[in-house]
């Protein structure tokens, strides 16, 4: 079980922002800026590029909104997706980085 499936079966503590039954969202232990959350799918999927056609075409577009209401007092924000090892991305579950100045 990866670090972010514990975190959502409440196996690890962590700081959550937000929970429905699509995603949760929990600020991150190493914030890279004032407000920098992770936005996480409860299913347990990889990568962006493991999303199915069909199948997860809601999901991003709800992470989205998820974001846009977490980082409502930001004066700007930046949401960030990391694919891949080359693509900087570090836990093998599909994850968004909000992070707000």
Known sequence: MCIFCKI??????SEKVH???????FKDIHPK???????VPKEHIPKVSDLREGEHDHLIGHMVNIANKLATDMEGYRLQFNVGEKGG?????????VMGW
């Open 19 to 25: 929970e429905d039954n699509l995603c949760v969202a």
């Open 89 to 97: 991305q570090e836990v093998f579950h599909v994850h968004m980085h």
């Open 33 to 39: 800026a004032p407000l920098h959350l992770l936005v």
């Open 8 to 13: 959502i079966s409440g196996e690890i503590p």
